[in-house]
């Protein structure tokens, strides 16, 4: 075993396993922004160690679980089994790098551990298999060999399919997390309350934003079957399915079109239709789907993007590469920060009281390790979140998206469009004569400008094996048009979704 050589694939694991945190290296010393809120690069550097949230980030534990997308492998802590060269080695040596010396504010930290991070869990209730004969084909190879081997009355962990489920999770947690507990909740403080909104994500059925509740949704509406990976779009439909069937939440969701249309008009009616006075603004979670290139992120985006992870408005990003989901909450320079689901943890409990959560259950919930990669780096597919509170919010948010610097993620107007199409919109707004109409306009113009820059492609796995969409040529003559996550093509302008 001795002379054995791994190569490079063992290597790459060994990096994958030992992941080194990243280390606040940037030569420019830029801010670190988490969810609107802005750090500077110099301030109260830690030199607390992060806490430990599984075994997998201690690499003297006896045994390992590493979950990636297509299998789960597990090592025995057995000397004589294992050789790990000089290369992984330095490896290791590097993730065991102190707080002190990867240099991140305590501030930044504390606020990014307290951020609600959820992962892949194992051991819940059982998922009911579907019963359709096509079912089967619509898993992954690594999941149908995981499920024939597990619980045949059902799925017991969403390891390898659950990822987007658990980002789009950890979309709607933040976001009642910031009107129960306040952007500036840290751990440790309103422990009550903070139970009290993670009984919610429990999984069980019995819990209303339940794994179990995102599959049950997705089978009867959005065409996904259980164990089948969720794309962006059916995320978003139950997020805003589960939050309108949860009054308790307070808030309501807003879905953009097959697009990133945002329509002022139809996000102010939802705010406010539960007040015929018009006076009471409900809280709106504003989930714009899009796709904004082709393999990765098209540039004319970035700075548009990462300016949509510091307004104070910001509720994350939840996408990352195809069927592998992460949920981005900040930015330094071209670096992105984000939580990530590949880890495989025990079920999140459901329990009659909220009270009967211990420290345990709540830790699983929460990480201080940071993760990080290039804005170059990410999937074109996403889901961009906002949270807006008022009408005073929403001026805020809508003008500081109109002054984005290169081209905005997130298109607004004022009304939906007419049956006579862009043209009797634009008309019509500029006879109206309202105040921010011609800005609104020239948005519009921008976007039909910049259609010939991004091909549209549906935002599922199998959709993108199966074939791509023709770029739109002619930006005058055609609007642009996404994929569902059925694949079937619907010609833009769309009517928002709303809840």
């Given at each position: ?208 934003y339940s794994i179990h509740r995102f599959v049950a949704h997705g089978a009867s509406a959005c065409g996904k079957h259980p164990g089948e990976w969720f794309g962006p779009s059916a995320t978003a439909r139950c997020i805003q399915a589960l939050s309108h069937a949860h009054q308790e939440s307070g808030i309501k969701v807003y879905l953009t079109g097959n697009g990133p249309d945002v329509y002022e008009e139809s996000l102010l009616k939802l705010a406010k239709e539960d007040d015929p006075t018009g006076h009471t603004f409900t809280p709106i979670l504003l989930l714009a789907g899009t796709r904004l290139g082709i393999d990765r992120v098209n540039p004319v985006y970035w700075d548009s993007l990462k300016q949509c992870l510091r307004l104070p408005q910001s509720i994350g ?183």
């Amino acid at each position: 075993m001795s002379n054995i050589d791994f190569g490079t694939g063992y290597r790459r694991f060994v990096r994958y396993f030992w992941d080194p945190e990243p280390k606040n290296d940037d030569p420019n010393r830029s801010p670190i922004w988490c969810l609107g809120q802005r750090y500077s690069a110099d301030a109260n550097i830690d030199t607390v160690p992060p806490r430990a949230s599984t075994s997998a980030t201690n690499p003297t534990s006896p045994r390992f679980d590493l979950t990636t997308d297509n299998e789960t492998v597990i090592i025995h802590n057995d000397p004589s089994s294992q050789r790990i060269s000089d290369t992984d080695s330095k490896l290791v040596a590097e993730s065991s790098t102190s707080e002190e010396e990867r240099g991140w504010p305590s501030d930044f930290l504390d606020d990014f551990e307290s951020r609600f991070w959820f992962t892949y869990r194992s051991h819940f209730p059982p998922i009911a298999r579907s019963t359709e004969p096509q079912s089967n084909s619509s898993l992954t190879l690594a999941v149908r060999i995981r499920s024939q081997l597990g619980d045949q009355a059902g799925f017991t962990s969403d390891t390898g399919w659950g990822c987007m489920i658990r980002s789009g999770q950890c979309v709607i947690a933040n976001a009642l997390a910031r009107l129960k507990l306040g952007r500036d909740w840290r751990r440790g403080t309103k422990q009550s309350e903070e139970r009290q909104l993670l009984s919610w994500f429990a999984d069980d059925s019995a819990a209303p934003y339940s794994i179990h509740r995102f599959v049950a949704h997705g089978a009867s509406a959005c065409g996904k079957h259980p164990g089948e990976w969720f794309g962006p779009s059916a995320t978003a439909r139950c997020i805003q399915a589960l939050s309108h069937a949860h009054q308790e939440s307070g808030i309501k969701v807003y879905l953009t079109g097959n697009g990133p249309d945002v329509y002022e008009e139809s996000l102010l009616k939802l705010a406010k239709e539960d007040d015929p006075t018009g006076h009471t603004f409900t809280p709106i979670l504003l989930l714009a789907g899009t796709r904004l290139g082709i393999d990765r992120v098209n540039p004319v985006y970035w700075d548009s993007l990462k300016q949509c992870l510091r307004l104070p408005q910001s509720i994350g990003i939840a996408g990352g590469r195809p069927s592998a989901s992460h949920y981005f909450i900040g930015t330094q320079s071209s670096q992105i920060f984000y939580l990530d689901p590949h880890q495989t943890q025990p079920a999140l409990p459901f329990y009659a009281s909220s009270d009967q959560y211990v420290s345990k259950d709540i830790s699983t919930c929460h990480t201080r390790r940071l993760r990080r990669l290039d804005i170059n780096q990410m999937d074109p597919s996403m889901l961009i979140a906002f949270l807006i509170t008022s009408e005073a919010d929403w001026r805020s948010w809508k003008q500081a998206m109109q002054e984005v610097q290169g081209k905005c993620a997130v298109h607004i107007s004022l009304r939906e469009p007419s049956v006579g199409g862009l043209e009797d919109m634009v008309l019509s707004e500029a006879e109206d004569g309202e105040e921010g109409d011609g800005e609104l306009i020239e948005k519009d113009k921008e976007r039909q400008e910049a259609v010939d820059e991004v091909e549209v492609l549906p935002d599922d796995e199998d959709e993108q094996q199966a074939g791509r969409t023709t770029p739109t040529a002619h930006a005058a003559e055609h609007r642009p048009e996404l994929g569902d996550d059925d694949g079937e093509i619907i010609n833009l302008p769309t009517t928002p979704s709303v809840a």
